[in-house]
């Protein structure tokens, strides 16, 4: 309590009330003005105790007492003063009252009784329509669910309906788009086919403009020297002519006088030199479609003369350059006569030149080769020209008809090499197929299929032996009659090309890892020798090196142009011949002669060399 | 600020313990007991006692009941002075509780006004606020104020709440601060023993140098023989409110803060009991008393 706080300050103080009276202030302006306050306050506190706090229970117990006794006073008087009127009827009175006032409480009891009941019973149905509205509501509850699923379901399939029709619609337009291109494209069908047929058919009447014109030439040829034949006379000559380069060698009289009247006429198709047959053959010149038939003679081609090379010389320089071909030339071959040679290449044609003067002319072209040529053969009498060619095929020409005589297939890949065998009328060709096919030249079909290990890359065929060099860096030898392999010779890597020297004893291999062999094949040890050079590298696989016709050196084309001569002998380079091919060399032939070498490139460039 | 708020708490709050008995003149049916009461400071007689009427009616008969008076010790009771005025002035030197005796015959119209009803103490009242604002505020703000708010003012006093009644009663506290307080300060200097009843003249709280009056200079313009001269044992008690501040007391923080509800500052003096000449044992007693009351708390 505040005042019992207060309290000990007074008690301290000298304030309070004090019997003096105010204290005066002994210096007036040292108190401060707090000092009047706070005595002011402890004045009231005091006050308040004394005067206030110490008769505040008291009084207020005295009051609460008083209130008592006077409640209690009251009471006695009022119960003192009512018996004194008259007591007994009021007594009465109030029995009187009592019971009414039971029978009363026993009504309304009763009446309350009553309405409780009621109260009750109401209750009851108040419940049970309560229960029943519960459950009506519970089924409309039901209710709207599943008028609410059926709805989600009817909005899902309606969507599903609405993808499925913009499905449809995209189908629909990619449909049309299809069907308009679709018939775009047969109109732009049906142009190309227009146009193929109409360029094949005018191939086709140029072709057959082209053989009528022949034919005809031929024809009126013909015609003409029947005329002149018909009116000359004919003077029996026994003598036989002199054999002329382009003629075959002089056989019985039977043949002279055809020859010497069809000198001129060898461009075609040699009819057989008997007298009886003379008019089956003139019949046979106009049947210019047959083939196969009268491609040889019985006669011709059993012997022949063969050329012998006395020495070849070492090319020093390029006589002539040109662009022989259309396209990269693959093969080069001189003829057993030094004059004429053949390349051939992946335009599809063998062009023959002549070497006259130092230069190559350009004397024929035979086509027929429906893809590249691999390789070319003369045949000993130089009258024929066997090639192989990437259509899977072999053909031969007769020098003076530029459609092929014969047409060899049966490859089921590119032939690779065709060689004219040891054996008349018989052409060796090997292929990709790893197959060696023997050929029957009259028959023109082939005889003996044999089966090799791996890709057949060249053939050459000597007297008893046909060899053949792989892709498996085999050389294999195989006996000519029997076909059946004798020998096998490892080679330094994959063969690209096989060569004979004229003697037929030493074989050259050239290899794909810049490598040439030569072996003796008469030896029984079969010792090699390898001839390398630095920069020469084997340009393809198909790369030709060849043996000068002397067998003293070697000749091979480098893959970067230059043309690599070597002493067969001594195992060292010759000469090197750059600078006049521009890419690599896949083919080189050494001339009959000796004189002239010529290498040709896969850049269309045919190079004739020779030492002067 | 918190000193002076509760300054004026215990100054409203402050109660006198009283015990009322009847006079033995009056006709009763049984003996009356007396009746103890705490009656406030503040407040009129007639206000706050209904209770003790009610008491001492329960022993009467209704016939012999006329209008209720007080006395003490033969001098009757004016109601309209406030009951702390009442108390000190007449028995602030005695022992407690307050002896008041009540009548209800011969009502001395001479001495006392009539109090019929509450009504007749309101109009006192608030006759009392309006005569302190026109000394204060040259009425002022007590003109400015509402019925409503005058009437908070009396139900303040009547129904005992400090806070309802002080809610008014600051404006009537509030002084423009170029003045430095009221106009005049409204007072009353009652004196034991006297002729007059009261003393109350025209008094400015700053004087015209700008200095605050005190109490001191109060009293020695107004009633210069209370305070005594320099070396003069003190012969008058001036209390209000039952205390005794000291005379450099503010005149201005005085009308403020002790001020009673009608907002006039009731002074009591008397003469004190030592130099009346009451000496050897009485004046011991006085001592005594004095010194119990002072000393009496637990």
């Known amino acids: 309590m505040a005042a019992v706080t207060s309290r000990r300050i007074t008690t301290d103080s000298a304030g309070g009330s004090d019997p003096r009276g105010p204290v005066l202030p002994p210096g007036g302006s040292g108190r401060s003005a707090e000092t009047w306050k706070r005595h002011i306050v402890r004045q009231l506190k005091h006050r308040d105790l004394s005067q206030h706090a110490m008769f505040q229970d008291l009084i207020r117990f005295y009051t609460q007492l008083l209130e008592k006794t006077s409640l209690a006073k009251g009471i006695l008087s009022c119960s003192l003063r009512r018996p004194s009127p008259d007591s007994s009827s009021s007594?009465?009175?109030?029995?009187?009252?009592?019971?009414?006032?039971?029978?009363?409480?026993?009504?309304?009891?009763?009446?309350?009784?009553?309405?409780?009941?009621?109260?009750?019973?109401?209750?009851?149905?108040?419940?049970?329509?309560?229960?029943?509205?519960?459950?009506?509501?519970?089924?409309?509850?039901?209710?709207?669910?599943?008028?609410?699923?059926?709805?989600?379901?009817?909005?899902?399939?309606?969507?599903?309906?609405?993808?499925?029709?913009?499905?449809?619609?995209?189908?629909?337009?990619?449909?049309?788009?299809?069907?308009?291109?679709?018939?775009?494209?047969?109109?732009?069908?049906?142009?190309?086919?227009?146009?193929?047929?109409?360029?094949?058919?005018?191939?086709?009447?140029?072709?057959?403009?082209?053989?009528?014109?022949?034919?005809?030439?031929?024809?009126?040829?013909?015609?003409?020297?029947?005329?002149?034949?018909?009116?000359?006379?004919?003077?029996?000559?026994?003598?036989?002519?002199?054999?002329?380069?382009?003629?075959?060698?002089?056989?019985?009289?039977?043949?002279?006088?055809?020859?010497?009247?069809?000198?001129?006429?060898?461009?075609?198709?040699?009819?057989?030199?008997?007298?009886?047959?003379?008019?089956?053959?003139?019949?046979?010149?106009?049947?210019?479609?047959?083939?196969?038939?009268?491609?040889?003679?019985?006669?011709?081609?059993?012997?022949?003369?063969?050329?012998?090379?006395?020495?070849?010389?070492?090319?020093?320089?390029?006589?002539?350059?040109?662009?022989?071909?259309?396209?990269?030339?693959?093969?080069?071959?001189?003829?057993?006569?030094?004059?004429?040679?053949?390349?051939?290449?992946?335009?599809?044609?063998?062009?023959?030149?002549?070497?006259?003067?130092?230069?190559?002319?350009?004397?024929?072209?035979?086509?027929?080769?429906?893809?590249?040529?691999?390789?070319?053969?003369?045949?000993?009498?130089?009258?024929?020209?066997?090639?192989?060619?990437?259509?899977?095929?072999?053909?031969?020409?007769?020098?003076?008809?530029?459609?092929?005589?014969?047409?060899?297939?049966?490859?089921?890949?590119?032939?690779?090499?065709?060689?004219?065998?040891?054996?008349?009328?018989?052409?060796?060709?090997?292929?990709?197929?790893?197959?060696?096919?023997?050929?029957?030249?009259?028959?023109?079909?082939?005889?003996?299929?044999?089966?090799?290990?791996?890709?057949?890359?060249?053939?050459?065929?000597?007297?008893?032996?046909?060899?053949?060099?792989?892709?498996?860096?085999?050389?294999?030898?195989?006996?000519?009659?029997?076909?059946s392999c004798v020998q096998e010779l490892p080679a330094q890597g994959k063969v690209t090309s096989l060569d004979l020297s004229a003697d037929h004893r030493q074989l050259l291999s050239c290899c794909r890892d810049d490598c040439l062999q030569l072996v003796d094949l008469r030896r029984r040890s079969n010792d090699r020798m390898c001839f390398r050079a630095e920069g020469f590298k084997c340009g393809s696989d198909s790369t030709k090196a060849v043996i000068s016709p002397d067998g003293c050196f070697l000749a091979a084309g480098s893959a970067d142009g230059t043309v690599y001569v070597w002493n067969a002998s001594t195992n060292n380079l010759e000469t090197r011949l750059p600078d006049k091919h521009s890419s690599s060399i896949s083919a080189v032939s050494w001339s009959l002669s000796g004189e002239y070498v010529v290498s040709v490139d896969k850049s269309r460039r045919a190079v004739l060399w020779s030492d002067i | 600020m918190a000193d002076d708020k509760d300054v004026l708490r215990d100054v409203w709050f402050g109660r006198i313990p009283t015990c009322f008995t009847l006079n033995q003149d009056e006709v009763t049916e049984r003996e009356a007991e007396p009746y103890y009461l705490l009656l406030p400071r503040v407040s009129y007689l007639t206000l706050v006692t209904d209770k003790v009427k009610k008491h001492f009616l329960k022993v009467m008969k209704a016939e012999d009941v006329e209008e209720m008076w007080f006395e003490y010790e033969g001098t009757p009771l004016k109601w309209h002075y406030p009951i702390g005025v009442l108390f000190d002035l007449h028995a602030s030197n005695t022992v407690l509780p307050w002896s008041i005796t009540v009548h209800f015959k011969n009502f001395p119209d001479r001495d006392l006004l009539h109090c019929p009803s509450n009504s007749v103490i309101e109009a006192h009242f608030m006759s009392s606020i309006k005569e302190a604002d026109a000394l204060k505020h040259k009425s002022q703000v007590v003109n400015d104020m509402q019925k409503k708010d005058h009437k908070q003012l009396w139900m303040g006093l009547q129904n005992d709440k400090f806070d309802q009644f002080w809610a008014m009663n600051r404006k009537l506290m509030e002084y423009p601060t170029e003045e430095g307080g009221f106009r005049y300060i409204p007072f009353r200097i009652y004196q034991a023993m006297s002729d007059r009843p009261f003393i109350q003249k025209l008094f400015r709280p700053i004087s015209p140098e700008g200095n605050a009056h005190t109490l001191g200079n109060l009293l020695k313009e107004m009633y210069p023989t209370a305070i005594p001269n320099d070396g003069e044992p003190k012969r008058y008690q001036v209390v209000i409110h039952g205390i005794e501040p000291l005379l450099e007391t503010p005149l201005q923080w005085l009308s403020e803060h002790l001020s009673h509800p009608d907002n006039f500052l009731h002074i009591s003096s008397w003469i004190t009991q030592e130099t009346v000449g009451l000496n050897g044992g009485n004046s011991e007693l006085t001592d005594s008393l004095m010194r119990g009351r002072s000393e009496s708390c637990p």
């Open chain 1, 91 to 483: 007594i009465s009175a109030l029995l009187h009252q009592n019971s009414q006032l039971k029978k009363t409480t026993g009504e309304l009891a009763y009446q309350v009784v009553e309405l409780q009941q009621q109260i009750k019973i109401k209750e009851c149905v108040l419940e049970e329509q309560h229960a029943r509205l519960a459950e009506e509501e519970c089924r409309l509850a039901g209710a709207f669910d599943s008028h609410r699923e059926l709805q989600e379901r009817v909005e899902r399939v309606q969507g599903k309906n609405g993808v499925l029709k913009t499905e449809y619609d995209a189908l629909l337009e990619r449909q049309r788009g299809a069907e308009t291109r679709l018939r775009e494209e047969k109109v732009r069908g049906g142009h190309l086919v227009e146009d193929m047929i109409h360029l094949k058919q005018q191939a086709a009447a140029r072709m057959n403009s082209r053989n009528e014109r022949r034919s005809r030439a031929r024809e009126a040829n013909l015609q003409k020297e029947l005329q002149t034949a018909a009116r000359s006379k004919v003077t029996i000559d026994s003598s036989s002519s002199a054999p002329t380069s382009r003629s075959t060698s002089p056989k019985n009289e039977n043949q002279d006088q055809e020859s010497t009247e069809q000198r001129h006429t060898r461009l075609f198709r040699s009819a057989s030199a008997t007298s009886p047959r003379i008019l089956s053959s003139i019949r046979e010149l106009f049947d210019r479609k047959r083939r196969g038939h009268s491609v040889c003679s019985l006669e011709e081609d059993l012997t022949c003369p063969v050329g012998i090379c006395l020495s070849a010389r070492v090319p020093a320089r390029a006589l002539h350059v040109l662009d022989a071909h259309e396209q990269g030339i693959n093969a080069v071959r001189f003829s057993s006569s030094s004059d004429l040679l053949a390349t051939g290449g992946t335009d599809r044609v063998i062009k023959l030149w002549e070497v006259r003067a130092g230069s190559l002319t350009h004397r024929a072209t035979l086509d027929g080769s429906t893809e590249g040529i691999t390789c070319i053969e003369f045949d000993p009498t130089g009258l024929r020209i066997l090639a192989a060619s990437y259509d899977k095929s072999a053909l031969l020409w007769r020098l003076d008809d530029s459609v092929p005589k014969l047409t060899l297939t049966g490859h089921i890949r590119k032939v690779t090499a065709a060689r004219f065998s040891s054996l008349p009328h018989q052409v060796v060709t090997g292929s990709a197929d790893r197959t060696i096919r023997l050929w029957d030249l009259q028959r023109a079909a082939c005889v003996q299929v044999v089966e090799v290990a791996s890709y057949c890359s060249d053939l050459v065929c000597s007297e008893n032996c046909i060899i053949s060099g792989h892709f498996d860096s085999k050389i294999r030898v195989w006996d000519t009659r029997a076909v």
